[in-house]
């Protein structure tokens, strides 16, 4: 027999079905704190995920049935930043927004006074020589990795002054040399975006090994960008973040104590991914006004809750994690 439970506050709602079932579902709760669903299998006192779960809601509306965060593209905007130079955006700083994109290409005529990047790894199709091209309002810069590694990027095109929307040749700067690229390799790619006053746009294109141009660049050529981060708690075993975005938790074998083993709060884009959670009086994870969290993949054991989260602002996605002799009892009214 399965076990599915919603929880919220004082509501609790237990639904059985065969144990031979394989579903991949959506929920969307119509409540400021969202989470959700625990799906698993009792059986001799263990408790064994067998569902797999894909969740995710913005401001009580359905973004995706596929359960993806708007593609693989994440557009990072500063808000209230002047000037017209790249170099002034405030890129050590958290952004004002996150916005998911399909191809790499930003609004036409939009705000003033933003500043912008976009990160991902790019994936050519095929070996051979490549040549990229921006567009930008009222700057722009294409940096491009010899390999998935950031600290390998150099700037390969650029504009200083503004073009219009997809205006390519304007300036010598905005064409880059042909570069040989190996097929199915990742490449972090890298554009920056300053808009001053009036108008705004930014595009980057590229022309294959033969011949075709596709403009501008998208998706199907790139995969979401994560930030590997150095880990290094001396004091505790838990990790706590604060106010961090566009990175990974991996590999982590975190056990004991009473309080959350990962706790995130005012976090976007992060992957938590491939880690053992173990022992805590509290919750595996804990998300506090976070938004773009996935979930996938970890290996639950001896802890309260799975996954708690409360007061977020969507893109939540818990998926093929393991929960094995769950502690309970669920000291928090939303779980996985």
Same mark, same amino acid.
């Given at each position: 027999?399965? +076990?599915?439970?919603?929880?919220?506050?004082?509501?609790?709602?237990?639904?059985?079905?065969?144990?031979?079932?394989?579903?991949?579902?959506?929920?969307?709760?119509?409540?400021?704190?969202?989470?959700?669903?625990?799906?698993?299998?009792?059986?001799?006192?263990?408790?064994?995920?067998?569902?797999?779960?894909?969740?995710?809601?913005?401001?009580?509306?359905?973004?995706?049935?596929?359960?993806?965060?708007?593609?693989?593209?994440?557009?990072?905007?500063? +808000?209230?930043?002047?000037? +017209?130079?790249?170099? %002034?955006?405030?890129?050590?700083?958290?952004?004002?927004?996150?916005?998911?994109?399909?191809?790499?290409?930003?609004?036409?005529?939009?705000?003033?006074?933003?500043?912008?990047?976009?990160?991902?790894?790019?994936?050519?199709?095929?070996?051979?020589?490549?040549?990229?091209?921006?567009?930008?309002?009222?700057?722009?810069?294409?940096?491009?990795?010899?390999?998935?590694?950031?600290?390998?990027?150099?700037?390969?095109?650029?504009?200083?002054?503004?073009?219009?929307?997809?205006?390519?040749?304007?300036?010598?700067?905005?064409?880059?040399?042909?570069?040989?690229? %190996?097929?199915?390799? /990742?490449?972090?790619?890298?554009?920056?975006?300053?808009?001053?006053?009036?108008?705004?746009?930014?595009?980057?294109?590229?022309?294959?090994?033969?011949?075709?141009?596709?403009?501008?660049?998208?998706?199907?050529?790139? %995969?979401?960008?994560?930030?590997?981060?150095?880990?290094?708690?001396?004091?505790?075993?838990?990790?706590?973040?604060?106010?961090?975005?566009?990175?990974?938790?991996?590999? /982590?074998?975190?056990?004991?104590?009473?309080?959350?083993?990962?706790?995130?709060?005012?976090?976007?884009?992060?992957?938590?991914?491939?880690?053992?959670?173990?022992?805590?009086?509290?919750?595996?994870?804990?998300?506090?006004?976070?938004?773009?969290?996935?979930?996938?993949?970890?290996?639950?054991?001896?802890?309260?809750?799975?996954?708690?989260?409360?007061?977020?602002?969507?893109?939540?996605?818990?998926?093929?994690?393991?929960?094995?002799?769950? %502690?309970?009892?669920?000291?928090?009214?939303?779980?996985?």
């Amino acid at each position: 027999m399965v +076990n599915i439970a919603y929880n919220y506050l004082s509501m609790k709602v237990l639904f059985f079905i065969p144990l031979n079932f394989k579903y991949s579902f959506l929920i969307v709760v119509s409540l400021t704190s969202l989470l959700l669903i625990s799906c698993h299998k009792e059986e001799n006192n263990e408790v064994y995920q067998e569902a797999s779960m894909k969740l995710l809601a913005v401001n009580n509306e359905v973004l995706s049935l596929s359960g993806s965060i708007a593609g693989n593209l994440v557009r990072e905007v500063w +808000n209230n930043n002047t000037g +017209n130079d790249v170099s %002034q955006i405030p890129l050590q700083s958290a952004p004002s927004t996150t916005v998911g994109l399909t191809s790499l290409e930003g609004p036409v005529n939009g705000a003033e006074n933003y500043g912008a990047r976009i990160r991902a790894f790019l994936i050519p199709p095929t070996t051979g020589s490549y040549t990229f091209w921006i567009s930008a309002d009222d700057s722009g810069e294409i940096w491009l990795s010899t390999d998935a590694k950031p600290s390998n990027k150099v700037k390969i095109a650029y504009t200083l002054s503004w073009n219009n929307s997809r205006e390519w040749n304007k300036f010598e700067s905005q064409k880059s040399k042909t570069i040989t690229l %190996q097929a199915g390799q /990742k490449y972090y790619l890298e554009i920056l975006h300053k808009q001053g006053g009036g108008g705004g746009n930014l595009a980057v294109q590229w022309m294959l090994p033969d011949g075709k141009v596709e403009s501008p660049i998208t998706e199907s050529r790139l %995969q979401a960008y994560t930030e590997a981060v150095d880990l290094n708690y001396s004091s505790s075993p838990a990790i706590d973040l604060y106010n961090k975005h566009n990175l990974t938790i991996n590999g /982590k074998s975190i056990n004991g104590g009473s309080a959350p083993l990962i706790k995130l709060t005012n976090c976007s884009n992060i992957t938590i991914t491939g880690n053992r959670l173990s022992n805590s009086k509290d919750v595996g994870i804990y998300l506090y006004n976070c938004k773009n969290i996935t979930i996938a993949d970890n290996f639950f054991t001896r802890v309260s809750t799975g996954v708690y989260a409360d007061h977020t602002a969507g893109g939540i996605v818990v998926n093929n994690n393991q929960f094995l002799n769950m %502690q309970g009892p669920f000291p928090r009214g939303q779980f996985v």
